[in-house]
């Protein structure tokens, strides 16, 4: 069965900061791995993209990366600010797909405090 | 630049009412559409999907159903909602990205409570 399980389910930290969110996926045939930060009440947004290929990739302070032996991939983020409270959601999408087929983990929420 | 709008942005509806969430997209043409539901601490569940005018797929057996009457344009209804219909909805829509990978973007999402 296609999963994506995220750890932790949540996370409280001072501002400045980094942390560490992990995703584990059991998802067959892989053709990517995204993460997406998602405000409280708003859509998701996509922060980074991954193929087969690839090992890490950052945006900003946020950095991913993904071992596509062990199906395991990180988010790290950097010096956080208030701003990074939200849901961090990792997806999984499935090769062979033209339609957009993603497994979605349910979400490690973030909370940075003062 | 490409935007996609949905609403409303909340919704109170009585069990048994009907329903329609509407979205729409600008600035692209024949995008991949989404419709997503979100329900408290679960994972983004998909509900359909649209790859053209009056193509629908639909994921998973439910109360609801899907219409793209134009190109940009997706609506979810149902006929008499439940109370397990109350979640998170999210539109979406897609592009293709480098290495054929899709970059999928979501509208600003309504929260749907059935009372």
């Known amino acids: 069965k296609n999963q994506v399980e995220q750890s932790p389910q949540s996370l409280i930290i001072l501002e400045g900061k980094n942390c560490t969110l992990q995703c584990n996926y059991t998802v067959s045939p892989f053709s990517n791995l995204r993460w997406y930060k998602q405000d409280t009440g708003r859509g998701p947004v996509s922060l980074t993209i991954m193929t087969f290929s690839e090992n890490t990739k950052s945006n900003g302070r946020y950095t991913a990366t993904l071992d596509a032996d062990t199906k395991q991939s990180s988010l790290h983020i950097t010096a956080s600010q208030l701003s990074d409270s939200a849901s961090y959601i990792c997806?999984?999408?499935?090769?062979?797909?033209?339609?957009?087929?993603?497994?979605f983990g349910q979400g490690t929420t973030l909370q940075v405090k003062p | 630049s490409q935007t996609i709008h949905q609403w409303p942005a909340t919704l109170v509806q009585p069990v048994g009412s009907p329903l329609s969430l509407e979205c729409t997209v600008e600035?692209?043409?024949?995008?991949?559409l989404y419709w997503y539901r979100q329900a408290a601490g679960r994972g983004l569940q998909l509900l359909f999907y649209s790859v053209g005018i009056g193509q629908i797929s639909s994921e998973v057996p439910q109360n609801l159903s899907a219409s793209r009457p134009q190109d940009r344009q997706f609506i979810l209804s149902s006929k008499k909602l439940l109370l397990s219909d109350s979640g998170f909805y999210l539109c979406?829509?897609?592009?293709?990205?480098?290495?054929?990978?899709?970059?999928?973007?979501f509208g600003s999402g309504t929260q749907l409570s059935v009372l």
């Open positions: 997806v999984v999408g499935l090769k062979g797909s033209n339609t957009g087929k993603l497994i």
């Open positions: 979406a829509w897609s592009v293709l990205g480098g290495q054929g990978n899709e970059k999928l973007f």
């Open positions: 600035g692209t043409s024949n995008p991949n």
